[in-house]
């Protein structure tokens, strides 16, 4: 039986386009508008010729590009651009997609595959987005004997868990969502939420493929999760902090790996085995178990789980890059600014854009922000590798490298560390 495709009519094309037009400008008005104006009542607004600038106001100076920036350095300066954009989820999201699509491509060279190519002209770069707008617009479904309250919750745990996690990275000299003085102790409180979540989540769904995939998670996170903590003591007792800005400043002279590059090597190992990726994928063992604990999630429930996923995948690049790689230190690549800008500011029409006290414009930051991206992009081909070249290993290996091997080996991370210091080669008053 054939099927005719529709013919293409003008007349319809152009009132698709009118409406979608016409329900853009609606919503702006009624929602975007009010939304950016609620926005700047909580921002610090700037003294502008003498006079405090009021979110009245700044919504008729953004209609002029040469007077917006004063109220971008104004937004910069909160506390909720750092949450929502950089360095916290926003930046993070933003790597996130990357990664995914990049995965995607990647693994299909490796195997000799096109990958995502039909949407969008250029490599399928709009497949992500393609499906996003699917798994949005997917009905989501409940099984029947389901613990609906856990059932629905559980994914927006994981996310607001691998936000956590994000919040706790220092990108940059001075951003970072949340430097707190035990950051590394906090990092360890929030990857103990993750099997929690995932075993509640398979219990929730009241079917025998999540919960096994659960249980199969609840033992690779827990046998794992404590070579992964003793993994990263070494540069602790190196760098006698708990604060991971000061761990990243520690470095400036050579990164820890040099000297710790068993505990670097542990940590990859230990580090694959929480994000349940190949060789360690077993909680989702499609092969096996259909989906794992994902199994029974659908619609955009499935894509938060999937958001969250990616979030933490890039959360423990980032800190394998904090603890081993020297975070944001690296050689100075980044252009200085003439001094007459930093000084007098950059005039643009009425106003004179004044650059002190707009931290992520200073050279130092920007290079910061430039050589921890590298880096963290480097760490996460790293960990996708593994996918496209290494089979699943067996739940008894699993166990006994996780309990036995790695222990051991992040035990004698710690004597190198400690033979370090007293050696006199590192720490206080040492050779180096």
């Given at each position: 039986?054939?099927?005719?495709?529709?013919?293409?009519?003008?007349?319809?094309?152009?009132?698709?386009?009118?409406?979608?037009?016409?329900?853009?400008?609606?919503?702006?008005?009624?929602?975007?508008?009010?939304?950016?104006?609620?926005?700047?009542?909580?921002?610090?607004?700037?003294?502008?010729?003498?006079?405090?600038?009021?979110?009245?106001?700044?919504?008729?100076?953004?209609?002029?590009?040469?007077?917006?920036?004063?109220?971008?350095?104004?937004?910069?300066?909160?506390?909720?651009?750092?949450?929502?954009?950089?360095?916290?989820?926003?930046?993070?999201?933003?790597?996130?997609?990357?990664?995914?699509?990049?995965?995607?491509?990647?693994?299909?060279?490796?195997?000799?595959?096109?990958?995502?190519?039909?949407?969008?002209?250029?490599?399928?770069?709009?497949?992500?987005?393609?499906?996003?707008?699917?798994?949005?617009?997917?009905?989501?479904?409940?099984?029947?004997?389901?613990?609906?309250?856990?059932?629905?919750?559980?994914?927006?745990?994981?996310?607001?868990?691998?936000?956590?996690?994000?919040?706790l990275i220092p990108v940059a000299p001075g951003w970072v969502v949340a430097d707190v003085d035990v950051g590394l102790i906090a990092v360890f409180a929030v990857i103990g939420f993750f099997p929690i979540i995932t075993i509640l989540s398979a219990w929730s769904a009241n079917s025998k493929f999540?919960?096994?995939?659960?249980?199969?998670?609840?033992?690779?996170?827990?046998?794992?999760?404590?070579?992964?903590?003793?993994?990263?003591?070494?540069?602790?007792?190196?760098?006698?902090?708990?604060?991971?800005?000061?761990?990243?400043?520690?470095?400036?002279?050579?990164?820890?790996?040099?000297?710790?590059?068993?505990?670097?090597?542990?940590?990859?190992?230990?580090?694959?085995?929480?994000?349940?990726?190949?060789?360690?994928?077993?909680?989702?063992?499609?092969?096996?178990?259909?989906?794992?604990?994902?199994?029974?999630?659908?619609?955009?429930?499935?894509?938060?789980?999937?958001?969250?996923?990616?979030?933490?995948?890039?959360?423990?690049?980032?800190?394998?890059?904090?603890?081993?790689?020297?975070?944001?230190?690296?050689?100075?690549?980044?252009?200085?600014?003439?001094?007459?800008?930093?000084?007098?500011?950059?005039?643009?029409?009425?106003?004179?854009?004044?650059?002190?006290?707009?931290?992520?414009?200073?050279?130092?930051?920007?290079?910061?922000?430039?050589?921890?991206?590298?880096?963290?992009?480097?760490?996460?081909?790293f960990i996708l590798l593994p996918r496209g070249v290494f089979p699943r290993i067996r739940v008894d290996m699993l166990l006994s490298l996780g309990w036995t091997k790695l222990i051991g080996l992040a035990f004698v991370n710690m004597f190198i560390a400690l033979a370090l210091i007293y050696a006199g080669v590192l720490g206080?008053?040492?050779?180096?």
């Amino acid at each position: 039986m054939s099927v005719i495709a529709p013919k293409f009519r003008l007349s319809e094309f152009l009132k698709v386009i009118l409406d979608n037009l016409f329900w853009t400008v609606l919503l702006l008005s009624l929602i975007g508008i009010p939304a950016v104006q609620v926005v700047l009542f909580y921002v610090e607004m700037p003294v502008i010729d003498g006079e405090l600038l009021t979110p009245f106001l700044a919504l008729t100076w953004i209609a002029d590009p040469s007077r917006i920036i004063p109220i971008i350095k104004a937004l910069m300066a909160t506390d909720f651009f750092r949450i929502a954009a950089f360095p916290g989820f926003g930046f993070a999201a933003l790597i996130a997609a990357g990664t995914i699509f990049v995965e995607r491509k990647m693994l299909a060279k490796m195997q000799l595959r096109v990958g995502p190519f039909y949407c969008g002209k250029m490599e399928g770069i709009l497949q992500l987005m393609g499906d996003g707008l699917k798994l949005i617009s997917k009905e989501i479904i409940i099984p029947a004997k389901a613990d609906k309250p856990l059932f629905w919750a559980a994914p927006v745990l994981f996310v607001a868990t691998a936000a956590a996690f994000v919040a706790l990275i220092p990108v940059a000299p001075g951003w970072v969502v949340a430097d707190v003085d035990v950051g590394l102790i906090a990092v360890f409180a929030v990857i103990g939420f993750f099997p929690i979540i995932t075993i509640l989540s398979a219990w929730s769904a009241n079917s025998k493929f999540p919960f096994i995939g659960g249980i199969r998670a609840l033992y690779q996170m827990v046998s794992f999760e404590i070579p992964l903590i003793l993994s990263l003591l070494g540069a602790v007792i190196l760098t006698g902090t708990l604060n991971l800005s000061e761990i990243v400043a520690s470095q400036a002279n050579f990164p820890w790996i040099i000297f710790l590059p068993i505990g670097a090597i542990v940590f990859f190992i230990t580090m694959l085995a929480e994000l349940e990726r190949i060789p360690f994928d077993l909680p989702e063992a499609e092969s096996e178990i259909v989906a794992g604990w994902l199994t029974e999630f659908s619609g955009m429930m499935y894509g938060l789980v999937q958001l969250g996923t990616y979030l933490k995948l890039y959360a423990f690049a980032a800190l394998f890059v904090v603890m081993f790689l020297g975070g944001w230190h690296g050689p100075m690549i980044w252009p200085p600014f003439p001094q007459e800008i930093i000084t007098d500011g950059i005039p643009l029409g009425p106003v004179t854009a004044q650059l002190p006290g707009l931290p992520v414009l200073t050279q130092e930051v920007l290079n910061g922000v430039l050589w921890f991206v590298l880096k963290t992009v480097g760490v996460i081909f790293f960990i996708l590798l593994p996918r496209g070249v290494f089979p699943r290993i067996r739940v008894d290996m699993l166990l006994s490298l996780g309990w036995t091997k790695l222990i051991g080996l992040a035990f004698v991370n710690m004597f190198i560390a400690l033979a370090l210091i007293y050696a006199g080669v590192l720490g206080p008053g040492g050779m180096l």
